[in-house]
């Protein structure tokens, strides 16, 4: 079994910045992909970012040229740094990790959610 736990949400104006972290642990052979999804009131969750084992990342349009994922494969972390945050990046913030376990199985689970809210 694998838990994820996050970090870093919170409030902050428009233009400020925010970093999430989730930590993995518990059976865990190898992480394969890491990323960050989102949940807006009345919205299905999306994708924000991803970062495979190899460093190779991928964003959401929405997201380009604010936010950086990051991992430290060392620690089974992922990271999110959002800058220049707008009102509309307010939501939850999932983590979600792929990988396989030490059974040889392969795994997904997702973090408890950190709620990041963007206002003035």
């Known amino acids: 079994q694998v838990q994820l736990v996050e970090s870093g949400g919170g409030s902050v104006q428009p233009g400020g910045s925010l970093r999430l972290s989730c930590a993995a642990s518990?059976?865990?052979?190898?992480?394969?992909?890491m990323g960050w999804y989102r949940q807006a009131p009345g919205k299905q969750r999306e994708l924000v970012a991803t970062?495979?084992?190899?460093?190779?990342?991928n964003y959401a349009d929405s997201v380009k040229g604010r936010f950086t994922i990051s991992r430290d494969n060392a620690k089974n972390m992922v990271y999110l740094q959002m800058n220049s945050l707008k009102p509309e990046d307010t939501a939850v913030y999932y983590c979600k990790v792929n990988g396989v376990g030490s059974s040889h199985r392969p795994f997904g689970s997702w973090g408890q959610g950190s709620q990041v809210t963007v206002s003035s």
């Open positions: 518990g059976s865990i052979f190898s992480i394969n992909v």
């Open positions: 970062i495979i084992s190899g460093g190779s990342t």
